[in-house]
Nanobody
Framework: QVQLVESGGGLVQTGGSLRVSCAAS????????LGWFRQAPGKEREFVGA????????SYADSAKGRFTISRDNAKNMVHLQMNSLKPEDTAVYYC?????????????????WGQGTQVTVSS
């Protein structure tokens, strides 16, 4: 049974940084892509970025490019989302998601497994 558990959310001021992490368990993830999504109140869940666990290649949404960085630790089955220069519009619940395959897909429907989410709040 695949499990994804996010951690590291919290409250930060505009311009600050925060790192959220995702611990994956239940199987080997070498042939998986792990993605980050976020959902703000009243809005649809949106793609933030993703990483291919074998190669470490990453892909980002335009809103994340240059500010967010995704990394992985294959030995620990963990993925991290480092967020810098945070803005109030980054406020959302951030979700880790996993799908088998090594193609970057940005639609949440393509991901099979989800964590419970972690709240990130950026104050102005």
């Amino acid at each position: 049974q695949v499990q994804l558990v996010e951690s590291g959310g919290g409250l930060v001021q505009t311009g600050g940084s925060l790192r959220v992490s995702c611990a994956a368990s239940g199987r080997a993830f070498s042939d998986y892509t792990l993605g980050w999504f976020r959902q703000a109140p009243g809005k649809e869940r949106e793609f933030v970025g993703a990483i291919i666990m074998t190669s470490g290649w990453t892909s980002y949404a335009d809103s994340a490019k240059g500010r967010f960085t995704i990394s992985r630790d294959n030995a620990k089955n963990m993925v991290h989302l480092q967020m810098n220069s945070l803005k109030p519009e980054d406020t959302a619940v951030y979700y880790c998601a996993a799908r088998r395959g090594v193609i970057f897909l940005t639609n949440s429907y393509n991901y099979d497994y989800w964590g419970q989410g972690t709240q990130v709040t950026v104050s102005s």
